[in-house]
């Protein structure tokens, strides 16, 4: 099947300046986001916003090289060690806040913090100097290759100190960064809206004077909405419902092929039979991951068994997808000594795509001495059990939205990661994974992470189900929507019409 991939362009950079007649832009999402806050975000539909509101300290593009934001320049020191950024001058937050390396500084001292979501993101980075307004200096304890990456995606987006430090932790309720569009209100499980800066330095090149984004979480009725013109453009299409959108021509799509991977995460401080790998292992050899794609997803998608894609240098070859196997799933049950069927309960998001994925699992592993049960709630009590451990299993997982593997990785396998809700703890997992943060020849690393796909075999925290390709449809009036290299949407020159 021809997949399309969207040309990404950066919101930094040489563009055509010049906006339409001004609208609102009404884009509807699949989930109500959590904190508008880059620090405690854990969801796609947050950075959705985010990445809407605030221009990020750099950038990626389509091949995932790095492209200036905030930061207009950037140099390595000849030993690895010591990452100079040059900042843009002149350029204020929505507050009127200053933008200088003194607020580089306090929003990356409170992002790599112990116990926050972003702190194993940047485990690498061991102190932040300011010389001078407009640069900063990142010393790392060795070289880092990633932390470029890493500076691209969310740990690029900074609040304004002023706001933080009269709303603390609470700044996701009235978020205040640098960018075109100003937090207006939120109104839960309904809608956020936001509101073009007038201050921004490229504010001529946005012709939407609002965006409004409405929470929709079923994918028909998202459909519906772009289809009747209540929205103008709307994320996650069900893949079933892709050729529709290719038959109305007044609707367009593209797919979003970012590096990302989504997977069945194991408690593993949860006591019971799936403490035993063999257990684990058993789950894993009932399920086909093949015909989830094919049923669910219409083959829009790619079956998975590690964080790579199967086309990507990553992806370790001596361990390639393999069929299901329902006999052998009760031979290991039957090795493991446990009494059949095996109870579980997974947890899963009320999202229409991920409970068909769930629903399959379900049968596929009643047939294999399972029996297993689904507690299907909305995302935002998801996050909250598994954050508390009150859960088996949960899924389908993702590895973030990337511009760099260790993103994907790091944060669900690293004992430190702050999606590792699992508690998976592994020191030859952590080994290896901070070693792919220190290799700066690129086939060194690939080894290490091809030996840390496995490690993840070995071991079997989560079970790898598919890799997304999300599809955005819109109203086929709609131009200039481009995607960071991560795969979030900008709207630098999108417009209605010609």
């Given at each position: 099947?021809?997949?399309?991939?969207?040309?990404?362009?950066?919101?930094?950079?040489?563009?055509?300046?010049?906006?339409?007649?001004?609208?609102?832009?009404?884009?509807?999402?699949?989930?109500?986001?959590?904190?508008?806050?880059?620090?405690?975000?854990?969801?796609?539909t947050g950075i959705t916003v985010l990445t809407t509101m605030c221009e990020r300290l750099l950038y990626t593009d389509p091949q995932l090289n790095i492209q200036p934001g905030l930061a207009e320049s950037w140099d390595w020191s000849d030993d690895g060690l010591a990452l100079t950024l040059k900042l843009a001058s002149g350029v204020t937050f929505q507050d009127g806040t200053p933008f200088d390396s003194a607020a580089v500084k306090v929003n990356l001292d409170r992002a790599r913090a112990p116990g926050t979501q972003r702190h194993s993101d940047l485990l690498a980075i061991t102190e932040i100097e300011t010389p001078d307004p407009q640069t900063v200096i990142i010393r790392v304890a060795q070289p880092a290759v990633q932390l470029l990456g890493t500076l691209a995606e969310r740990n690029g987006i900074y609040m304004s100190p002023t706001a933080l430090e009269r709303e603390g932790d609470n700044i996701g309720r009235a978020p205040v960064c640098v960018g075109p569009y100003k937090y207006v209100d939120r109104v839960a499980q309904d809608r956020i809206t936001l509101e073009k800066d007038p201050n921004y330095r490229f504010a001529d090149d946005y012709a939407f004077d609002r965006v409004i984004f409405r929470i929709i979480p079923a994918?028909?009725?998202?459909?519906?909405?772009?289809?009747?013109?209540?929205?103008?453009?709307?994320?996650?299409?069900?893949?079933?419902?892709?050729?529709?959108?290719?038959?109305?021509?007044?609707?367009?799509?593209?797919?979003?092929?970012?590096?990302?991977?989504?997977?069945?995460?194991?408690?593993l401080e949860a006591p019971g039979p799936f403490q035993d790998v063999r257990v684990r292992r058993a789950f894993e050899k009932a399920i086909d991951r093949q015909a989830i794609v094919d049923v669910v997803f219409s083959g829009y998608y790619l079956a998975a068994n590690q964080f790579a894609a199967p086309d990507s240098q990553f992806y370790n070859t001596d361990h390639p997808i393999t069929p299901r196997d329902v006999d052998g799933a009760k031979a290991l049950l039957a090795e493991a000594g446990v009494t059949q069927p095996v109870p579980i309960t997974l947890l899963i998001?009320?999202?229409?795509?991920?409970?068909?994925?769930?629903?399959?699992?379900q049968g596929m592993t009643s047939e294999a001495g399972f029996d297993t049960k689904l507690n299907v709630v909305d995302f935002a009590t998801t996050l909250q059990l598994t954050s508390d451990g009150q859960f088996e299993a949960w899924?389908?997982?993702?590895?973030?939205?990337?511009?760099?593997?260790?993103?994907?990785?790091?944060?669900?396998?690293?004992?430190?990661?702050?999606?590792?809700?699992?508690?998976?703890?592994?020191p030859e997992m952590d080994r290896l994974l901070e070693a792919t943060r220190a290799a700066v020849d690129p086939q060194e690393r690939i080894a290490l992470f091809q030996q840390a796909a496995e490690q993840v075999m070995e071991d079997l925290p989560l079970i790898y189900l598919y890799h997304q390709a999300p599809i955005f449809a819109h109203r086929a009036d709609l131009t200039g929507v481009q995607l960071t290299g991560d795969g979030f949407p900008l709207l630098r020159n999108a417009k209605f019409g010609e």
């Open positions: 099947m021809s997949k399309k991939l969207l040309i990404s362009a950066l919101m930094a950079g040489s563009l055509l300046a010049g906006a339409a007649s001004a609208a609102d832009l009404r884009f509807a999402l699949s989930d109500d986001p959590d904190a508008l806050d880059p620090v405690s975000n854990t969801t796609a994918d028909g009725v998202r459909l519906a909405n772009l289809q009747s013109g209540d929205v103008d453009i709307i994320e996650k299409l069900d893949p079933a419902l892709a050729e529709s959108v290719k038959a109305d021509p007044n609707l367009a799509m593209f797919q979003n092929y970012a590096a990302n991977s989504q997977a069945l995460m194991f408690n998001p009320n999202r229409p795509l991920s409970v068909r994925v769930a629903e399959m699992i899924g389908p997982i993702g590895g973030q939205f990337s511009n760099d593997l260790d993103a994907v990785a790091a944060q669900v396998l690293h004992s430190a990661g702050g999606r590792n809700v699992g508690k998976y703890n592994s």
